[in-house]
């Protein structure tokens, strides 16, 4: 991260991106073309290019901005019954 506190990163540097919201990845950057950045995931031969807003540093950081809504499994009062749409 530079001291505009925008993220930069280089070919070969590791980082993380969130995928699907839900889960952090970690990649590893191939290929540097303006804005857009090919990454190669660590624990498969893929790759995309994504944009730099789309990159992390660090796992903590990618953890933390994952989404902190509540799901089924969480709910006090347990899941929804398919018959009540109301509750």
Do not use: C
Request: aromatic share 6%; proline share 5%.
């Amino acid at each position: 991260m530079d001291t505009n506190g925008k993220n930069r990163f280089n070919v070969g540097d590791e980082a993380y991106i969130i995928e699907s919201n839900r889960s952090v990845r970690k990649v590893t950057i191939i290929k540097i073309s303006r804005d857009l950045y090919t990454v190669r995931f660590a624990d498969t031969d893929g790759a995309i290019a994504v944009r730099v807003s789309r990159l992390y540093g660090t796992r903590k950081m990618a953890e933390e901005s994952l989404p902190k809504k509540l799901t089924v499994a969480v709910r006090q009062e347990g899941p929804r019954p398919p018959h009540n749409v109301w509750m």
